[in-house]
T-cell receptor, first 114, second 112 residues
Framework: AQSVTQLGSHVSVSEGALVLLRCNYSSSVPPYLFWYVQYPNQGLQLLLKYTTGATLVKGINGFEAEFKKSETSFHLTKPSAHMSDAAEYFCAVSPGQTGNQFYFGTGTSLTVIP | NAGVTQTPKFQVLKTGQSMTLQCAQDMNHNSMYWYRQDPGMGLRLIYYSASEGTTDKGEVPNGYNVSRLNKREFSLRLESAAPSQTSVYFC???????????FGQGTRLTVV
């Protein structure tokens, strides 16, 4: 079975501070991993993804995430938070079977304090 | 470049009414999905269609039916709406294989 756990449903950081959003997964096969961002009243937009190869992946808006197989983690980071980063963030896993299904975490709401 | 288009964007139903949520994608994707989003619960898969002509239940299929009309279109039907179906519904699509999903803008449904 596949599942995704996002630690912390709400995270607050000061503008300019490090952003760290945590994601742990369980998967019976090597997974594909994704981070999505959702701004108010909008759909989900892909931030970055891990498929194969380099375990540190870079995405849009200065975000990056590192796949750590031994820790079954895929934490999202950004060195310096910007006010525009305030949004809901979702981690997702795809086990890679045919006709992929995507399993989402419950989301982390990021607040950026000026 | 439209991507995934959902209609309507907002809807209010009375308990027991029926309605169909429409979804169309123009990216030639094989797979399509319907999710519902509820506060604190993330996105939960209702139904998905791996390819044209196939549909499968997801995590929360009760009270819903789907139709994969063709490769582009995937509709979600509520036969007899209940207040528990008040939610935001998202349609998504992806290519076959291990790729990302692309999402529509959502339909905010309220059942009173």
């Amino acid at each position: 079975a596949q599942s995704v756990t996002q630690l912390g449903s709400h995270v607050s950081v000061s503008e300019g501070a490090l952003v760290l959003l945590r994601c742990n997964y369980s998967s019976s096969v090597p997974p594909y991993l994704f981070w999505y961002v959702q701004y108010p009243n909008q759909g989900l937009q892909l931030l970055l993804k891990y498929t194969t190869g380099a375990t540190l992946v870079k995405g849009i808006n200065g975000f990056e995430a590192e796949f750590k197989k031994s820790e079954t983690s895929f934490h999202l980071t950004k060195p310096s938070a910007h006010m525009s980063d305030a949004a809901e963030y979702f981690c997702a896993v795809s086990p890679g079977q045919t006709g992929n299904q995507f399993y989402f975490g419950t989301g982390t709401s990021l607040t950026v304090i000026p | 470049n439209a991507g995934v288009t959902q209609t309507p964007k907002f809807q209010v139903l009375k308990t027991g009414q029926s309605m169909t949520l429409q979804c169309a994608q123009d990216m030639n994707h094989n797979s399509m999905y319907w999710y519902r989003q509820d506060p604190g619960m993330g996105l939960r898969l209702i139904y998905y269609s791996a390819s044209e002509g196939t549909t499968d239940k997801g995590e929360v299929p009760n009270g819903y039916n789907v139709s994969r009309l063709n490769k582009r279109e995937f509709s979600l039907r509520l036969e007899s709406a209940a207040p528990s179906q008040t939610s935001v519904y998202f349609c998504a699509s992806s290519r076959l294989g291990r790729t990302e999903a692309f999402f529509g803008q959502g339909t905010r449904l309220t059942v009173v």
